[in-house]
T-cell receptor
């Protein structure tokens, strides 16, 4: 199973709402990632978890709160978002970020988020 | 930090070979260069990866010259389904693996 799943596929939320995005993989990968992608732009890294610990936070505003409950799951908690946060949120996983040698990320299909 | 430069867009016809070149600086000797493909409203998909000379798999080839300041993704005999955005991601000289997407190259394949 080389699939990364993300739920929900689409999410519309108001600026005062609290919602969560969920990502799951069963490939035994120990690194998981959140990216944000605006229309016609490349994905931008937000967070990296390595062995369930946050290893990279790309100065993301605190209204985005990541969580890695176990090695298969990654959540992104959303609170008090702004309309400019509307984007495609992509989750990815890889075997390990620390090892040298070949390295490949597997991406999920993304969650299309609209903030109204 | 390694920074990449790719053509913004390219056009081709079905059956042609397409070469997309990515320029990157500050690539360490054993750093890998990875290419991803992305279709609209989908997550990127791994195409190929290498760190020297030439790598070939069932869908593409990757050429890396000795100075490692660029790499070229070669797609043989493209089809309409190869219309997508292609991203080059080198490992960063800070030791970070391929995490930073450049602007990408939008390939349009015509019939």
């Amino acid at each position: 199973d080389t699939e990364v799943t993300q739920t929900p596929k689409h999410l519309v939320m108001g600026m005062t709402n609290k919602k969560s995005l969920k990502c799951e993989q069963h490939m035994g990968h120990r690194a998981m990632y959140w990216y944000k992608q605006k229309a016609k732009k490349p994905p931008e890294l937000m967070f990296v978890y390595s062995y369930e610990k946050l290893s990279i936070n790309e100065s993301v505003p605190s209204r985005f709160s990541p969580e890695c409950p176990n090695s298969s799951l990654l959540n992104l908690h959303l609170h008090a978002l702004q309309p400019e946060d509307s984007a495609l949120y992509l989750c990815a996983s890889s075997q390990d970020t620390r090892l040298a040698g070949p390295y490949e990320q597997y991406f999920g299909p993304g969650t299309r988020l609209t903030v109204t | 930090l390694a920074k990449t430069t790719q053509p913004i867009s390219m056009d081709s016809y079905e059956g042609q070979e397409v070469n997309i070149t990515c320029s990157h600086n500050n690539i360490a000797t054993n750093d890998y260069i990875t290419w991803y493909q992305q279709f609209p409203s989908q997550g990127p998909r791994f195409i190929i990866q290498g760190y020297k000379t030439k790598v070939t798999n069932e869908v593409a080839s990757l050429f890396i010259p000795a100075d490692r300041k660029s790499s070229t993704l070669s797609l043989p005999r493209v089809s309409l389904s190869d219309t997508a955005v292609y991203y080059c991601l080198p490992d960063m000289d800070t030791g970070r693996r391929a995490l930073t997407f450049g602007s990408g190259t939008r390939l349009q394949v015509q019939p």
